[in-house]
């Protein structure tokens, strides 16, 4: 149980173009999701606090206007990087949280590969 | 089967004490081996990452990979009370297009 899965897994586009990922808890229902990027060997980085029903949080320094995100349901939650350029090429990754009784834990996605040529 | 197990925890120890970490993993297409500490409503960090078999220190961690046992592991020397948090190993395909994370054991240093 508690699968996370993203899609698409990697994607090549355009400068200029936008591209939008979908995260998906399969078997769970997640009231927040989270998003990162991580650059090579570098930490994931956290983007913005997805919450269901409600505006994404962002962190500081990420424009939320470029990086939209909407979690229009329990189990799914976009994130769009509208007119995109190379320096957005980088991993990006999801999480969902998943609260169950007393356990409180957040299961990843498998990440997807950005490439902005 | 899981593609990764990792046993959840959560693990107690005293300060100072020597922990050690545990995945095991199933699928041969992993080749890059990390371990992430991430700290309460914190995003992972990276703490180690390395490719090949054998060990790999910095400082007082240890990240051991054996391939042939698809088991990697991960050992805190002379733990401290900051140590605890949840440690997540994840592992990167060959194509660099799909990361796969464990479940995270909770570490506890107690002072």
């Known amino acids: 149980g508690a699968v996370v899965s993203q899609h698409p897994s990697w994607v090549i586009c355009k400068s200029g173009t936008s591209v939008k990922i979908e995260c998906r808890s399969l078997d769970f229902q997640a009231t927040t999701m989270f998003w990162y990027r991580q650059f090579p060997k570098q930490s994931l980085m956290l983007m913005a606090t997805s919450n269901e029903g409600s505006k994404a949080t962002y962190e500081q320094g990420v424009e939320k206007d470029k990086f939209l995100i909407n979690h229009a349901s329990l189990t799914l939650s976009t994130l769009t990087v509208t007119s995109a350029h190379p320096e957005d090429s980088s991993f990006y990754i999801c999480?969902?949280?998943?609260?169950?009784?007393?356990?409180?834990?957040?299961?990843f996605g498998p990440g997807t590969r950005l490439t902005v040529l | 089967q899981k593609e990764v197990e990792q046993d959840p925890g959560p693990l107690s120890v005293p300060e100072g004490a020597i922990v050690s970490l545990n995945c095991t993993y199933s699928?041969?297409?992993?080749?890059?081996f990390m371990w992430y500490r991430q700290y309460s409503r914190k995003g992972p960090e990276l703490l180690m990452y390395?490719?090949?078999?054998g060990n790999k220190e910095d400082g007082r961690f240890t990240a051991q990979v054996d391939k042939s046992s698809k088991y990697i592991s991960l050992f805190i020397r002379d733990s401290q009370p900051s140590d605890s948090a949840t440690y997540l190993c994840a592992f990167l395909n060959n194509a660099g297009n799909m990361l796969t994370f464990g479940g995270g054991t909770r570490l506890m240093v107690k002072p």
């Open positions: 390395t490719y090949s078999s």
């Open positions: 699928n041969s297409a992993f080749q890059y």
């Open positions: 999480s969902a949280r998943s609260q169950r009784g007393a356990t409180d834990t957040q299961y």
